[in-house]
């Protein structure tokens, strides 16, 4: 079983930075895929980034160059820096691990997921 706190989000202006954390505990991240997912408001759960066991990264294409994920393994957290926020980057961020040992392709379906957190609010006014 694994356990996964968000934390990091609030309200902050267009073109501002956030960096949300993710701490897991339960089992070690590395035989995890590590994501970031978003649900705006009347919308579906949406990819946003991706870390995987060896530290292969993934974005959609909406937030690359813009975001950032990293992990720090010892800390067993994944942390996403945002950068360059718009209004359609305000939502609920979520981090979610899917188990895949030493498999490390890009799992962008929120079903594909095995744990949850519980979310944080991203807010960008503009």
């Known amino acids: 079983q694994v356990q996964l706190v968000e934390s990091g989000g609030g309200l902050v202006q267009a073109g501002g930075s956030l960096r949300l954390a993710c701490a897991a505990s339960?089992?070690?991240?590395?035989?995890?895929?590590m994501t970031w997912f978003r649900q705006a408001p009347g919308k579906d759960r949406e990819f946003v980034a991706q870390?995987?066991?060896?530290?292969?990264?993934y974005y959609a294409d909406s937030v690359k160059g813009r975001f950032t994920i990293s992990r720090d393994i010892a800390k067993n957290m994944v942390y996403l820096q945002m950068n360059s926020l718009n209004s359609e980057d305000t939502a609920v961020y979520y981090c979610?691990?899917?188990?895949?040992?030493?498999?490390?392709?890009?799992?962008?379906?929120?079903?594909?997921?095995?744990?949850w957190g519980q979310g944080t609010q991203v807010t960008v006014s503009s």
């Open positions: 870390i995987g066991w060896n530290g292969a990264t």
């Open positions: 979610a691990a899917k188990v895949t040992f030493i498999d490390s392709k890009s799992y962008v379906k929120s079903n594909e997921y095995d744990y």
């Open positions: 339960g089992r070690p991240i590395l035989g995890f895929a």
